[in-house]
């Protein structure tokens, strides 16, 4: 079973900026055949949406929470997708998650490939 792999988590002050990385576990794996998407769980709380990418890169979605700070991409030749992460609140701490799946949409439920996720802490 394939694996994504995120990277690029760590501690960062109220204000700062991160970016994440998600790549596959395999070579073979085409990242340009799915729909990618990050989602979060902070403590105590339920997994949620953060933002989805479609396989093309041409369209794009976002929870509202994030929308105009966080941006997601990809470069399938690369065989990888990020999210840029500006302006952090100490609301975005959390273990974020990378998915892929052939269902472009806000759903876990469409997504067929998870990553282990990466820890993302904004200190205030």
């Known amino acids: 079973q394939v694996q994504l792999v995120e990277s690029g988590g760590g501690l960062v002050q109220a204000g700062g900026s991160l970016r994440l990385s998600c790549a596959a576990s395999?070579?073979?794996?085409?990242?340009?055949?799915?729909?990618m998407a990050w989602f979060r769980q902070a403590p105590g709380k339920e997994r949620e949406f953060v933002a989805t990418?479609?396989?093309?890169?041409?369209?794009?979605r976002y929870a509202d929470s994030v929308k105009d700070r966080f941006t997601i991409s990809r470069d399938n030749a690369k065989n990888r997708m990020y999210l840029q992460m500006n302006r952090l609140k100490s609301e975005d701490t959390a273990v974020y998650y990378c998915a892929a799946g052939l269902n472009y949409g806000l759903r876990q439920s469409g997504y067929d490939f998870w990553g282990q996720g990466t820890q993302v802490t904004v200190s205030s």
């Open positions: 395999e070579r073979t794996f085409s990242f340009s055949n799915y729909a």
């Open positions: 990418i479609t396989w093309s890169g041409a369209g794009t």
